[in-house]
């Protein structure tokens, strides 16, 4: 028998791969949904709580300036935490370099309306960022000692930030801006130490991994016909 929740499950999950791939079908269906809630900003029940996640990064990602400001409206707006949650990593999914950069800044300065203790979530969604991945570890490199004076006593998310802008480095030129960072910093990384140190050991690895795998996977791909669809994406 099949398990209902199972099934639904699953066709999340392939909702939510589509979209990331920019299926047109899934990027048309996401968007919208989001431009019928711009449309009725008051009625929540417009997009199934199941898609919410899918459909808010997607139709953000496909929009402008006026996509995002709906969604940070309506993060101000909501008073449900999980609400907010979604909305804040959403807001980073976009492809403007300047939004991006902008909403890094506002994460990190009293009074933007990111409360500190959010902060992380509003970086980890530019850090999943095929466009702003490279920007949110830029802004760690370059506005370090400003992060450590924000959140003064506070430095438990500093290894979570740290953790979420080296995650997907994978080059030699990467790996040596992360021994850079350490040597640079060494006396003020405080809690973040130790995730330096595993951000080194992971660059490295994906390096290795790049090396032995890339190339493979890129042939397979042409050999089968998919490479040229991935390329035009």
């Not at 990331?20 to 009625?43: A, T």
């Not at 530019?126 to 370059?142: D, Q, T």
């Not at 997907?168 to 040596?176: G, I, Q």
């Not at 405080?190 to 790049?210: G, L, S």
Request: glycine fraction near 6%.
């Amino acid at each position: 028998m099949n398990d209902p929740h199972l099934e639904q499950f699953k066709r999340v999950k392939a909702l939510t791969w589509a979209c990331n791939l920019e299926y047109q079908d899934c990027v048309n269906n996401s968007v919208s949904l989001y431009q019928k809630w711009m449309q009725n900003p008051s009625d929540r029940s417009i997009v199934s709580p199941n898609l919410k996640s899918t459909v808010y990064c997607t139709a953000i990602a496909a929009g402008g300036e006026k996509e995002w400001n709906f969604g940070w409206n309506q993060y101000l707006a909501s008073n449900v935490g999980s609400e907010k949650s979604l909305l804040l990593s959403s807001l980073g999914c976009t492809k403007k370099v300047w939004i991006l950069s902008r909403y890094l800044d506002m994460a990190f300065t009293d009074g933007s309306g990111i409360r500190k203790q959010d902060a992380g979530t509003a970086f980890e969604g530019v850090a999943r960022n095929s466009v702003g991945h490279y920007l949110a570890w830029n802004y760690i490199r370059e506005n370090w000692e400003k992060i450590i004076d924000y959140y003064g006593s506070g430095l438990f998310t500093i290894p979570r930030l740290v953790k979420s802008a080296t995650e997907s480095l994978n080059t030699d030129l990467e790996l040596k801006e992360v021994e850079l960072f350490k040597e640079k910093y060494s006396e003020k990384l405080v809690t973040a130490k130790r995730a330096v140190d595993q951000a080194i050991e992971r660059t490295a690895n994906n390096i290795a991994w790049m090396n032995n795998n890339f190339m493979v996977i890129v042939q397979w791909l042409k050999d089968h016909g998919y490479y040229t669809q991935l390329n035009n994406q």
